[in-house]
């Protein structure tokens, strides 16, 4: 797998953001027509004022927010694909879960997209019960309703 030199800096600088929570830094870095698809979110976020929507909901979530790369599993001509971990402390608001206070450690899948040298977008996977639980959240599955044939 080789992933070339420009794309490598771009990405770990876009990382380095995230963690910084440096949003000039971010978008800098990203296409004009960028967007984040987080998987457990119903529509993706487009463009630069979504994308920055995403990230300030993140980081008001978890003001402490820091990711990582953990290795590099695929790369070609249009995108890279990583394994991350992300962690922070639960402060505020996040994907409908009131704060908690507890830290969390959460696994993630990243494709990194790219239009010639710049990000164009991510689209982000993570397990969502792994926050609940970690934060102790109670989830509350509604009971079947019977049919009216009956």
């Given at each position: 797998?080789?992933?070339?030199?420009?794309?490598?800096a771009?990405?770990?600088?876009h990382?380095?953001?995230?963690?910084?929570?440096d949003?000039?830094?971010?978008?800098?870095?990203?296409?004009?027509?960028?967007f984040n698809?987080v998987?457990?979110?119903?529509?993706?976020?487009?463009?630069?004022?979504?994308?920055a929507?995403?990230?300030?909901?993140?980081?008001?979530g978890?003001?402490?927010?820091?990711?990582?790369?953990?290795?590099?599993?695929?790369?070609?001509?249009?995108?890279?694909v990583?394994?991350?971990?992300?962690?922070g402390?639960?402060?505020?608001?996040y994907?409908?879960?009131?704060?908690?206070?507890?830290?969390?450690?959460?696994?993630?899948?990243?494709?990194w997209?790219f239009?010639?040298n710049?990000l164009?977008?991510?689209t982000?996977f993570?397990?969502?019960?792994?926050?609940?639980?970690q934060?102790?959240?109670?989830?509350?599955?509604?009971?079947a309703?019977?049919?009216?044939?009956?």
């Amino acid at each position: 797998m080789r992933i070339p030199k420009k794309r490598l800096a771009v990405l770990q600088e876009h990382i380095k953001a995230e963690s910084t929570h440096d949003m000039n830094s971010l978008l800098d870095g990203m296409t004009s027509d960028c967007f984040n698809d987080v998987a457990c979110v119903p529509k993706p976020f487009v463009g630069p004022k979504k994308v920055a929507e995403r990230y300030r909901k993140h980081w008001a979530g978890f003001p402490d927010f820091k990711v990582r790369v953990k290795r590099f599993l695929a790369a070609d001509e249009k995108c890279i694909v990583t394994e991350n971990e992300w962690s922070g402390t639960h402060q505020g608001a996040y994907l409908g879960l009131r704060a908690s206070g507890k830290r969390v450690r959460v696994r993630a899948l990243v494709v990194w997209h790219f239009k010639g040298n710049k990000l164009w977008g991510e689209t982000v996977f993570f397990d969502l019960g792994s926050i609940q639980k970690q934060i102790g959240a109670k989830v509350v599955v509604p009971a079947a309703r019977r049919s009216r044939s009956d």
